[in-house]
């Protein structure tokens, strides 16, 4: 099978993908949340908890939003709080370190024998369609160029049409930020994700609260 690796200590990660690649899987490593994000064509992940540019709760959770893929988070902590979290989050199963590789392997293909209640991979809106298995988007058969924050952004305010979703849990999910700094990312990118967009107008600002995916007669 296809596995993205998500650890940010390279030893660990080197370790992982050598042991995995014994098992004959392919692997691919991401050191961040932001390229983990940016990754496709896998079909389990392997999430370290902790990742130097977000929490890996919280990311498990914005995966949640837009993929089904199978989920084995990995941490050191083994408490049972922290295991419900993970679980919580969207984890299909959680696996403390130290841990072998054979544990490990068989747990993975476990993992990917349980029939898996998929999502919906495809979100239309009028005439705006999301692929959330290639991470892509069209308006009016015209494909939109989007960046993955910028897909992340939409797939989010997609799934809940109609609905206001606030800026901080924006910023939380898709940046795992929620300072000035970030603020300011999350205008720009909505500034150029509303004009890549195009007309009729759909992303609808709702001041003092986010933002929402409207039909264009109901703005």
Same mark, same amino acid.
């Given at each position: @099978?296809?596995?993205?690796?998500? &650890?940010? #200590?390279?030893? @660990?990660?080197?370790?992982?993908?050598?042991? =995995?690649?014994?098992?004959?899987?392919?692997? @691919?490593?991401?050191?961040?949340?932001? +390229?983990?994000? *940016? !990754?496709? /064509?896998? +079909? %389990?992940?392997? %999430?370290?908890?902790?990742?130097?540019?977000?929490?890996?709760?919280?990311?498990?959770?914005?995966?949640?939003?837009?993929?089904?893929?199978?989920?084995?988070? =990995?941490?050191?902590?083994?408490?049972?709080?922290?295991?419900?979290?993970?679980?919580?989050? /969207?984890?299909? +199963?959680?696996?403390? *370190?130290?841990?072998?590789?054979?544990? %490990?392997?068989?747990?993975?293909? !476990?993992?990917?024998?349980?029939?898996?209640?998929? @999502?919906?991979?495809?979100?239309?809106?009028?005439?705006?369609?999301?692929?959330?298995?290639?991470?892509?988007? #069209?308006?009016?058969?015209?494909?939109?160029? =989007?960046?993955?924050? &910028?897909?992340?952004?939409?797939?989010? =305010?997609?799934?809940?049409?109609?609905?206001?979703?606030?800026?901080?849990?924006?910023?939380?999910?898709?940046?795992?930020?929620?300072? *000035?700094?970030?603020?300011?990312?999350? +205008?720009?990118?909505?500034?150029?994700?509303?004009?890549?967009?195009?007309?009729?107008?759909? %992303? &609808?600002?709702?001041?003092?609260? /986010?933002?929402?995916?409207?039909?264009? &007669?109901?703005?």
């Amino acid at each position: @099978m296809h596995v993205l690796v998500v &650890e940010d #200590d390279l030893r @660990m990660a080197n370790a992982l993908t050598a042991a =995995l690649r014994r098992f004959g899987n392919q692997v @691919m490593h991401a050191p961040t949340c932001q +390229d983990a994000g *940016k !990754a496709s /064509g896998y +079909d %389990l992940m392997l %999430l370290d908890l902790c990742l130097p540019d977000g929490d890996g709760i919280a990311f498990c959770r914005l995966i949640r939003e837009c993929s089904s893929v199978p989920i084995i988070m =990995l941490s050191a902590r083994g408490a049972e709080q922290d295991r419900i979290l993970g679980l919580r989050a /969207g984890a299909d +199963d959680y696996l403390v *370190k130290p841990f072998s590789m054979v544990e %490990l392997e068989a747990r993975m293909q !476990a993992v990917m024998r349980r029939p898996r209640t998929l @999502m919906n991979s495809t979100i239309r809106i009028a005439d705006i369609t999301l692929d959330l298995t290639s991470r892509t988007a #069209d308006r009016a058969g015209r494909t939109l160029s =989007l960046t993955p924050k &910028e897909f992340g952004l939409l797939a989010r =305010l997609a799934g809940n049409e109609g609905r206001v979703v606030g800026r901080e849990q924006l910023l939380r999910e898709i940046w795992q930020d929620t300072g *000035k700094a970030a603020a300011r990312t999350l +205008d720009v990118h909505i500034t150029n994700l509303r004009a890549k967009l195009g007309r009729p107008p759909v %992303l &609808e600002t709702v001041r003092g609260v /986010g933002y929402r995916i409207t039909l264009p &007669e109901t703005i």
